[in-house]
């Protein structure tokens, strides 16, 4: 059966740049770490991002992510919002 948003949906061409992917990922990641209460910084977030652009032998860096750490942070910290919402694993 056929719903009308099935038929926008599939009528739009979706192209999502692979920096958004990566921005939200690194809000999930940070929105994770809060839930769980673990303390892990947006710069260690981001050098998990620089650790697979080194493995993937593309830069030392991921050029996705800007240098600015008051960007890097703002950047992540929208996304984490984005996923508040979003149920997470709980320690047992």
Do not use: M
């Not at 992917?21 to 620089?50: N, P, Q």
């Amino acid at each position: 059966e056929c719903t009308e948003a099935t038929r926008i949906a599939t009528d739009l061409p979706v192209v999502i740049p692979p920096r958004n992917v990566k921005y939200a990922i690194a809000g999930l990641i940070s929105h994770i770490a809060l839930s769980l209460g673990e303390d892990l910084t947006k710069t260690e977030i981001r050098g998990l991002f620089d650790a697979l652009s080194q493995e993937q032998q593309e830069s030392e860096r991921d050029s996705d992510f800007p240098e600015a750490a008051d960007e890097l942070n703002k950047i992540i910290d929208q996304e984490c919002r984005f996923w508040s919402g979003a149920p997470v694993p709980r320690e047992q």
